[in-house]
Structures are given as structure tokens and as C-alpha cells.
């Protein structure tokens, strides 16, 4: 019982934590002269937008009735795990006449037999394009990167988007797309026109069910071929399979996996290699580790810059000439494209102090020592044997490291509270080492000096001095 209590709690406080991403939902109207209808919309913002002047993406969600709320609720996620900025939302729900859904009017290209409403999507798009996009750039704050988002005939639409208004939206996002709709309309119209279109890095995502029959009688087995063959190079789409799932239990998953997607490069956009500092012995290669967890990092190693085919970098890699690797973080929609920054060097290993009459033995650093009070912690520490030691802090601003009197490290406003860690290739001897760090005070300083025997083992375990 108390374990189920603790789990109640547990999820009452993450989806709590989740929903503080986005402020209360907007209910709002505009009225289309192309619809010739008033047409209701729900817009939800960052929690933070009234405190800001960032601009944000606006994603347009599709049945926005029913799939309003769970893209609201998985994109917050989405926030909270930093695996997207923050957006604007926009639900758009649909128009009911005397109890009569209108979807099938405005999301579908063609007339079809047996429903005479069909065949709108050109106005509905047109509705988008030149009525309720200006609308919420007139109103918010946006950047003019869009995304679009629908399931069933709402996927079927946001396909159709994609060939009509390439640029209208960057990303583009399916859940169960009705592909099979008219003699499979939709992916025959793809296949004539994708090999002449051009998308400048265009996101597309399309989710479904993997069950044989769904997945042939939609038509996806058929998209996903034309995609295949025809999908230009600034297109860059993904089809996932879902087994086990139903028709209308398809959007979850494809909302979740269709917003990584999107985003992939969004979490590495800050990615370093770690050590991110220090020197490498030519014969004594020395392992990097980068955070390569949902990541598109590509990497070479004869000083030419990588490209999307470029070898992919697992979460480690062994280098011996530093100034040759190159790592470049890609992503799908080119946003977050960057290079990351590799600043080792190569080198020799440095000597000990000749300087010995300032190791005083009380001064030789230990797990208890503290800065003085203006931040500044000065002493010495004793190398035992050659090798690589790693030098780790997280440090705030203006902080400087100096080792045998030459700086190492200053930190700045952009380095600041990131953990930096420097690898030195030492002979067996006594080093002074400086730190000022005035910030800190009288407080311990919570640096580490570490021993690596290889410099490719788990240094971190090693602990010589921590303070």
C-alpha cells in the first residue's frame, strides 16, 4: 500500500512538473473569408512568455478536439526533458454543423464516394496559409518555424501540405496518415512530384501501425517506398512501425517520436568532448567521451570536416591526434548543425616543479583544504608516478586554475557552472596548483585531481585529492 501511495505521489509530481512547461490554454476565434465560417482555435503558450521577449516555434495541431491535449501534454514532456524548446501551440479543432464533424470536408483532397462534403483541403490550406498563420504572427511572438501535426485524414492532410506548401511549415509530423484514401491520391501525387521539389532541410515524421494488413491497405508500405526512391536530399523523413497499437491509439507514439525527430540536435546542442581540455601523448591515446544519447554526431579523423555519411560517433572515441578530429552534430531540420569543439592538443609530458622551496608540507593539498578568504587555495600536490591525471571542476565565473604557474583555465560567462575536465600527461614529481575563485569564498572548493593508468580507463574512479 505505501508503495503504491509513493507511485501516486511520484506521478501526481511529474505531471504536475510536465504541465508547468505551458501557461493555461487561450480558447480563440477567427472568422475565414476562404472558409466562409467562424472557426474556433486553442492557443497555449510557455510558461514563461509573459516574462520574455523570445520568439518560438508554433506547431498547428490538427483535430485539435481530441489531439490538442495529448500534444500539449506530450510536448511538455518533451520541454521538461530538454529534448525540445519551448513553443507556441496552437490547437485547431473541428467545425460541427447540427452535430456534424466537418473533418472529412476539410481534410481530405478529393472528392470520394459517399461522402459529398469531401474534397476541401485546398480551401483548408489556403485557411492556414493565408488567414490563421498571419493571425498568430500578428498576435505572438513567433519565429516562423512552424510544424504541423494530424493523425488518420489529419496525416493525409499534413501530407498534402507538405506537396502544395513545402515551405509553409518546417516540420511535419503523422500519426496513421488515411494514404489509402482515392486510389491512394496522396503517395502517387508524391512520387510524380518529390524528385523535382526542393525542401531546405524539411522534417517529416510518419508513425503507424506495423500490422501487415494496416500497413499495406493504407497505403504506407506505398509512401514509404516512394519516400524511398523519390524523397529529395533536403528532405529528411522517418517511418516508424508500431505493433500492438490501434488506429486510434497511433498518435502517442507518433506525437513523441515525431517531436524527437524534429528536434534530434536540440539536447547536444551544447555537447563537448570530455576531457574537453589538456594534452595527448602521440603514443599514449587518450579516450574522449561526448554524450552522444539522441544525437546525430558524425566524426573524422584526417582533419576533414564530417558530413551526414561520415562514420557515427558511439559515446567514446580513442585519439591520438587531437588536431585531426573533427565532430559535427547534425540534425534533421539543420537548426541545431555545429561543430563540436575538440580543445586538446598534442604534446609532451610536462616536468615537475623545480621550484622547491615553496612545497611546504603544510601546504601539500588534501581532501580538508579550503580557500582562504578571498577564494584563493594554494598548495601543492605529490605525482607518484608518470601517467595522465585529470584535473575536474565545475566552477562559476572568473575562476582561474593555474598548474605550475601556468593557466590552464578561466572561466567566463559561457563556461561558467559547466564541468570542465583537463587531462595532463605527468612525470612523477611535485606540481603547485592555484586556485582563485573568489565567488567561492570560504567554502570548499569542489575540485578533483584523478589518475588514469591508461588514459582510456574510468579516471573518475580514481580519485587522488577531492576538494
Not at 505505501?2 to 509530481?13: G, H, M, P, T, W
Not at 576533414?304 to 558511439?314: A, Q, V
Not at 586554475?401 to 600527461?425: C, E, G, V, Y
Not at 606540481?431 to 580507463?457: H, I, M, N, W
Request: aromatic content about 12%; overall charge positive; hydrophobic content about 40%.
Amino acid at each position: 500500500m505505501r508503495a503504491r501511495l509513493f507511485l501516486v505521489a511520484a506521478l501526481s509530481i511529474l505531471y504536475s512538473d510536465v504541465r508547468a512547461q505551458f501557461a493555461a490554454p487561450i480558447k480563440d476565434s477567427i472568422y475565414s473569408a476562404v472558409l466562409g465560417e467562424q472557426r474556433n482555435i486553442v492557443v497555449t503558450l510557455p510558461s514563461n512568455y509573459a516574462n520574455d521577449t523570445a520568439s518560438y516555434d508554433v506547431w498547428y495541431v490538427l483535430d485539435g478536439e481530441w489531439d490538442g491535449p495529448l500534444f500539449t501534454t506530450i510536448f511538455s514532456y518533451m520541454v521538461n526533458m530538454k529534448f525540445a524548446p519551448p513553443a507556441i501551440l496552437v490547437a485547431v479543432p473541428n467545425r460541427y454543423v447540427a452535430g456534424f464533424n466537418l473533418r472529412n470536408r476539410d481534410l481530405t483532397p478529393t472528392k470520394f464516394r459517399d461522402v459529398d462534403s469531401s474534397g476541401g483541403a485546398a480551401n483548408y490550406l489556403l485557411f492556414f496559409e493565408k488567414e490563421l498563420l498571419p493571425y498568430i504572427n500578428k498576435r505572438y511572438r513567433t519565429n516562423w518555424e512552424n510544424g504541423l501535426m494530424g493523425g488518420s485524414f489529419g496525416g493525409l492532410f499534413t501530407i498534402y501540405a507538405l506537396l502544395e506548401r513545402p515551405s509553409l511549415f518546417h516540420f511535419y509530423a503523422t500519426a496513421d496518415p488515411a494514404l489509402h484514401n482515392d486510389g491512394q491520391q496522396i503517395p502517387r501525387l508524391a512520387a510524380k512530384r518529390l524528385p523535382t521539389m526542393h525542401f531546405p532541410n524539411t522534417v517529416l515524421s510518419i508513425g503507424g501501425r506495423s500490422e501487415s494488413v494496416s500497413y499495406h491497405t493504407m497505403a504506407r508500405a506505398m509512401m514509404d517506398s516512394v519516400l524511398a526512391v523519390a524523397a529529395p536530399a533536403g528532405l529528411h523523413w522517418r517511418s516508424v512501425l508500431y505493433p500492438d497499437e490501434i488506429h486510434s491509439s497511433t498518435p502517442f507514439k507518433s506525437i513523441y517520436d515525431g517531436l524527437k525527430f524534429s528536434y534530434l540536435g536540440y539536447y547536444v546542442r551544447s555537447a563537448r568532448t570530455y576531457p574537453n581540455l589538456g594534452i595527448v601523448l602521440k603514443d599514449r591515446p587518450v579516450k574522449l567521451f561526448v554524450p552522444t544519447d539522441y544525437s546525430d554526431i558524425r566524426y573524422t579523423t584526417d582533419g576533414t570536416t564530417p558530413t551526414r555519411s561520415s562514420e557515427k560517433l558511439d559515446d567514446h572515441i580513442l585519439v591520438s591526434e587531437p588536431e585531426k578530429l573533427k565532430l559535427f552534430s547534425f540534425s534533421p531540420s539543420g537548426r541545431w548543425d555545429h561543430q563540436i569543439p575538440v580543445d586538446l592538443r598534442s604534446g609532451d609530458y610536462l616536468l615537475p616543479s623545480h621550484k622547491m622551496t615553496k612545497f611546504k608540507p603544510d601546504r601539500k593539498l588534501s581532501g580538508n583544504f579550503k580557500g582562504n578568504s578571498a577564494g584563493v587555495m594554494d598548495g601543492w600536490v605529490q605525482i607518484d608516478s608518470d601517467g595522465y591525471y585529470v584535473l575536474q571542476c565545475t566552477p562559476p565565473a572568473g575562476t582561474k586554475l593555474l598548474f605550475n604557474d601556468s593557466l590552464l583555465l578561466h572561466t567566463d560567462a559561457k563556461t561558467a557552472n559547466t564541468r570542465q575536465a583537463i587531462i595532463l600527461p605527468l612525470r612523477s614529481g611535485k606540481y603547485s596548483l592555484r586556485v582563485e575563485c573568489l565567488a567561492c569564498g570560504t567554502a570548499p572548493l569542489y575540485f578533483g585531481l584523478y589518475y588514469s593508468k591508461s588514459g582510456q580507463d574510468d579516471w573518475w574512479m580514481n580519485p587522488i585529492v577531492k576538494w
